[in-house]
């Protein structure tokens, strides 16, 4: 097996970096911090990088549970969960003094998994996701969270209450109302907008997989930054096919990648 991580910090840096990525053994974890918009002066160290740390390192840690594969998906959703809870009872932010904007969660979401017996076992929560591609670089398996119509439902909001968009308004009504909200749907359709805040409704949010993995193939675990890339079909052939990566940042570069910052750990098991 052979692992390799990568990562880009974004340019230009309006605050920390807050995504985190790792790797130990069979296990792999990329985790996103959440952006703590409109909160000023920006904390620095940032909360949710502290978040997506936490994250990582309780996938790194849980151990396989002998009920089975999804058993221990789950409990590594819930100690990467509990993790990041402990860190905002750290922070004294709970569900009694959090509003949304001058105090937020410390939250992340993320993408996550173990390789046992040539099988892929994952799970993802909102836009962290597992891809696994062949030889030639086509997609073979993706695992995402079909989130709805959130970006409807926002329009509708920002309508019906007056809200302009990424206003503060609607960033705290959103967090509040629409983020961890099981009971949600527009137009008789759901809307899972999962994140893990320390809160247990967010364990529900969760999106499990399995794939019997062939030779030559190439897994992803990235987060929501490595979106426009891994949706090119010649940035999925150069991860499939590459010897070394040593031009992976030029050649993201050149497909116009700069802004966001984003993270990818990429596994051959072969």
């Known amino acids: 097996m052979t692992v390799h991580t990568f990562h880009f910090s974004g340019e230009p840096a309006h605050h920390p970096d807050e995504d985190a990525r790792a790797w130990r053994d069979n296990r792999f974890a990329v985790f996103d911090g959440i952006t703590l918009l409109h909160q000023q002066p920006y904390p620095d160290p940032s909360p949710a990088a502290a978040a997506a740390q936490a994250g990582c390192q309780a996938v790194l840690d849980t151990p396989l549970d002998a009920q089975g594969p999804e058993k221990t998906l ?122 893990f805040t320390g809160q247990e409704v967010a364990e529900q949010f969760i999106t499990i997989g399995q794939h019997q993995l062939a030779p030559g193939d190439t897994v992803l675990f990235y987060s929501d930054g490595m979106l426009p890339f891994v949706d090119n079909p010649a940035f999925r052939k150069y991860l499939a096919t590459a010897a070394d990566f040593k031009d992976l940042d030029s050649f993201h570069r050149s497909l116009g990648g700069r802004l966001a910052e984003r993270s990818l750990v990429l596994v051959r098991p072969g």
Not at 96 to 114: E, H, I, N, P, R
């Open 74 to 195: 789950r409990h590594m959703a819930a100690e990467a969960n509990r993790h990041i809870k402990q860190l905002n009872q750290f922070l004294n932010i709970t569900e009694q003094t959090v509003d949304y904007l001058a105090v937020q969660y410390a939250a992340a979401v993320g993408a996550y998994g173990f390789i046992q017996d040539d099988t892929l076992h994952c799970a993802q929560l909102n836009d962290c996701e597992v891809m696994v591609l062949n030889k030639q670089g086509d997609i073979t398996f993706r695992l995402e969270t079909d989130t709805g119509p959130v970006n409807a439902y926002l329009r509708h909001l920002q309508d019906t209450h007056h809200f302009a968009a990424s206003s503060p308004e609607e960033h705290q009504y959103a967090r509040k109302n629409v983020i961890n909200n099981t009971q949600l749907e527009f137009q008789g359709v759901p809307i899972r907008m999962g994140v």
